[in-house]
Nanobody, 129 residues
Framework: QVQLVESGGGSVQTGGSLRLSCEVS?????MGWFRQAPGDEREGVAS????????YYGDSVKGRFTISQDTAKNTLYLQMNSLKPEDTNIYYC?????????????????????????WGQGTQVTVSS
C-alpha cells in the first residue's frame, strides 16, 4: 500500500510559478504527475523513474515544468514555471511499484496507459490571464 498526499496548489497569474509537493509513504519504481478536469481525459504531465532519476514530460509542459524527487524525504515535486491559463486543472501525483523505465517513459508519450497503482487526492491549480 502506498499513500500519497499532495500540496502546493493555488492560484497564480499567467507567467507565474508554483511548486507542487507529494509526500509518499514508501519508495516506488515510477512516480508521476497527471492532470485531469472532471469529464476530461487524464493527461500525463511528468514522470520519474526513481532508481536512476530519469525524467519524462508531456509535450505541453516541456521546458516549463520540472519533476524531481527527494529520496530522503520520500517527496516528489513538480516545479511549474511560465504558467498559462491552459495549465488550469486538478493535478494528481501517482506511484507504481512495478513499472519499468520504458513504461515510465511510455505513460508520458501515450504509448502506455497511465494505470498507476496509487493516486493522491489531487490539488487544484488555477492560472488566470
Amino acid at each position: 500500500q502506498v499513500q500519497l498526499v499532495e500540496s502546493g496548489g493555488g492560484s497564480v497569474q499567467t507567467g507565474g510559478s508554483l511548486r507542487l509537493s507529494c509526500e509518499v509513504s514508501r519508495s516506488s519504481k515510477c512516480m508521476g504527475w497527471f492532470r485531469q478536469a472532471p469529464g476530461d481525459e487524464r493527461e500525463g504531465v511528468a514522470s520519474i523513474f526513481t532508481a536512476d532519476g530519469s525524467t519524462y514530460y508531456g509535450d505541453s509542459v516541456k521546458g516549463r515544468f520540472t519533476i524531481s524527487q527527494d529520496t530522503a524525504k520520500n517527496t516528489l515535486y513538480l516545479q511549474m514555471n511560465s504558467l498559462k491559463p491552459e495549465d488550469t486543472n486538478i493535478y494528481y501525483c501517482a506511484a507504481d511499484l512495478g513499472l519499468s523505465n520504458i513504461e515510465c517513459r511510455g505513460v508520458m508519450t501515450g504509448s502506455i496507459a497511465p494505470n498507476f497503482g496509487y493516486w493522491g487526492q489531487g490539488t487544484q491549480v488555477t492560472v488566470s490571464s
